[in-house]
């Protein structure tokens, strides 16, 4: 029963089986470590960003558990474009309510890119790569004015 909850599905095509693995595995760690970054932001130490980390964080989670359930239901490239969209909506979401262009967060602008890369295509990975550029000087913009 755990096992099959934690296998991905079988394609007959070896490149769809690979980025099947890759991620069925990617959604599960990054679950995993979500929920353990969630952790300090329900305790009394949690800052003024706490609400809206606690509200992308779990949006995030979902939405992994959401391209899982398109795995599973043999929807490939539908479980890839979630990740890959809704994660760089997320992510540049919490960018904006955060710190803007000095926070971390933009370094997962890369991650995500590189990540459609590998599950999609080379193509889509650069054109994330080129949003997020846009993105991170829309930031920067933002926060001069």
């Known amino acids: 029963m755990i096992k099959r909850l934690f ?12 980025r099947t693995k890759f991620i069925n595995g990617f959604a599960w ?6 929920s ?20 992308v964080v779990s949006a995030l989670i979902l939405v992994m558990f959401l391209a899982l359930f ?4 043999g ?6 474009a979630i990740i890959v ?4 909506l997320g992510l540049g979401f ?18 995500i890119s590189l990540l459609a890369s590998i599950i999609i295509n080379w ?10 550029i846009g993105a991170i000087w829309t930031l920067a913009i933002l926060e001069v004015e």
Not at 37 to 55: H, K, Q, Y
Not at 75 to 80: E, Q
Not at 85 to 88: A, D, E, K, S, T
Not at 123 to 129: A, E, I, Y
């Open 85 to 88: 969209v809704l994660g760089w």
């Open 29 to 34: 760690v990054v679950i995993l470590l979500l």
């Open 7 to 18: 296998s991905p599905p079988t394609f007959k095509n070896e490149e769809d089986n690979f």
């Open 70 to 73: 398109s795995l599973r239901r």
């Open 36 to 55: 353990v970054a969630l952790i300090p932001n329900f305790g009394p130490n949690a800052d003024a960003n706490a609400n809206s980390t606690i509200i």
């Open 94 to 111: 919490q960018a904006y309510t955060a710190d803007g262009v000095r926070d971390v967060i933009i370094i997962a602008y890369i991650a």
């Open 75 to 80: 929807g490939l490239n539908l479980s890839g």
């Open 123 to 132: 193509r889509v990975g650069s054109f994330v790569m080129l949003l997020s």
